[in-house]
């Protein structure tokens, strides 16, 4: 089955500290660029992997909040993800949890507001 979600964004006010925060909490380097006048920090992606890819988006029609659509990130080990997100100035919102058979899952709130989701298989 080929998945459906091929790229996403996030929406922040200030990209270069929510490039900061999710190059921290993720271990991760984002690279910058600008599609149609918005600034833009794009995740390592893969095009020929199976999934998505994706960027910080900054532009007069984004707006960080809470609310909507909820992204999780495939993580190792959720503990010290969560760890990483409190030391770069995010918030817990929903503490690790089991989801039985299939891992965990956790939420925080990055540095632009966003609730951003979490899942380990372990």
């Known amino acids: 089955m080929t998945p459906v979600v091929k790229y996403f964004e996030i ?3 200030d990209l270069d500290r929510a490039a900061a925060f999710y ?3 993720l271990l991760v380097s984002l690279e910058r660029g600008e ?3 918005n600034q833009m920090a794009f995740f390592p992606s893969d095009p020929n992997s199976a999934g998505a890819g ?3 988006a900054k532009g007069d029609s984004y707006t960080p909040g809470k609310q909507g659509c909820r992204i ?3 993580v190792s080990n959720i503990d010290s993800t969560l760890e990483r997100a ?3 100035g995010g918030t817990i919102l929903y ?3 089991s989801i039985g058979d299939l ?4 939420e925080f709130e990055d540095s632009e507001g966003n609730c951003i989701a979490l899942h380990s298989a372990a």
Do not use: Q
């Open 54 to 56: 994706g960027a910080l």
């Open 95 to 97: 503490p690790k949890t």
């Open 11 to 13: 929406p922040v006010t």
């Open 72 to 74: 999780y990130f495939a």
């Open 86 to 88: 409190i030391a770069a």
């Open 23 to 25: 190059e921290a909490v």
């Open 35 to 37: 599609i149609d006048g």
């Open 103 to 106: 891992g965990f899952v956790a």
